[in-house]
């Protein structure tokens, strides 16, 4: 098998359950506060997926605001166009990250969260972003460093196949190290960077790490010699550990914040 994650209507739907947990949900409440919308702003949010960060910033900008968001997988954005469809002020369109189909200088603010990491061409993508935001515009992007990812496990070998699988689901497995540059690059200045780490130390339904390996899993099966039997055994051993207060995982995630530098 050959390929990254497919944002399929399975997948959507499992991405959708993550992105509900707390975790997540946390990680939105500073996506927002990064932004700082105002009412009556035009807002982008690209690769907007399940559409969870554009109905909370439609809530922002209001009925005199504008939110677009686009995508290049059909079932997500058949989600969130579900997900808003009572908030006309709302948009989305399919639409490459590196071909944006808006006009220079559209709006005030735009977002990418957890999207530049499946895109090949970063400079084509935050040279598309610089252009549709207005000089003086803000712009927040948050990307993983999944080199960062940290798991307790009582068997080394299975869990180095098993990543290394997973290692085929994303273009960029450090973005962040790099996204500095690229950003300043693009013609932004960096005003603000966080870390957020996903961190469960307990092994929970509810929690971004025990539904992120769930995904690993079956991502996994197929790829560099893993069979379903050892993702099965690989997930079974977390269940365990989870009983014996021994479950541990760790993943950091990279907020950044930066600015269109305004016309002279
Ligand atoms: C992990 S999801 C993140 C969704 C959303 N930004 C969020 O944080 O809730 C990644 C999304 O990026 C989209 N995507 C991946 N590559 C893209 C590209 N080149 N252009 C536009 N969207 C892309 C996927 O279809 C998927 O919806």
């Given amino acids: 098998m050959s390929g990254g994650l497919q944002f399929d209507e399975e997948t959507s739907r ?19 506060k990064a932004l700082q919308l105002r009412e009556g702003e035009r807002v982008l949010d690209i690769g907007s997926g399940p559409g969870l960060l554009a109905y909370d910033m439609a809530a922002s900008v209001g009925r005199d605001g504008r939110v677009c968001g686009i995508d290049i997988s059909e079932d997500m954005l058949a989600m969130s166009r579900k997900r808003c469809a009572d908030l006309p002020w709302t948009e989305y369109q399919r639409a490459n990250a590196t071909n944006l189909p808006y006009p ?18 970063i400079p084509a993508a935050l040279a598309e972003l610089c252009r549709v935001t ?53 013609g932004f200045t960096i005003r603000q960077r966080n870390v957020i780490p996903m961190f469960n130390p307990e092994y929970h339904d509810n929690t971004y790490g025990k539904r992120a390996l769930g995904i690993m899993a079956s991502f996994a099966v197929g790829r560099r010699g893993v069979s379903q039997e050892e993702a099965n055994a690989w997930l079974a051993e977390f269940a365990e550990l989870g009983k014996q207060g021994k479950f541990f995982f760790s993943l950091n995630r990279y907020l950044f914040v930066a600015d269109k530098v305004a016309a002279a």
């Fill in 14 to 32: 499992k991405v959708e359950a993550l992105y509900l947990t707390p975790d997540v949900v946390a990680q939105r409440c500073q996506v927002l």
């Fill in 104 to 121: 220079d200088s559209s709006f005030d603010a735009a977002v990418s969260t957890q999207v530049y990491e499946y895109v090949a061409d």
């Fill in 134 to 186: 207005c000089p003086g515009g803000r712009v927040v992007v948050l990307d993983t460093d999944y080199r960062s990812l940290v798991i307790h496990t009582e068997d080394e070998a299975r869990m180095g196949r098993v990543l290394s699988a997973w290692e085929e689901h994303f273009v960029h497995a450090g973005l962040p190290r790099i996204l500095s540059g690229h950003l300043r690059d693009a």
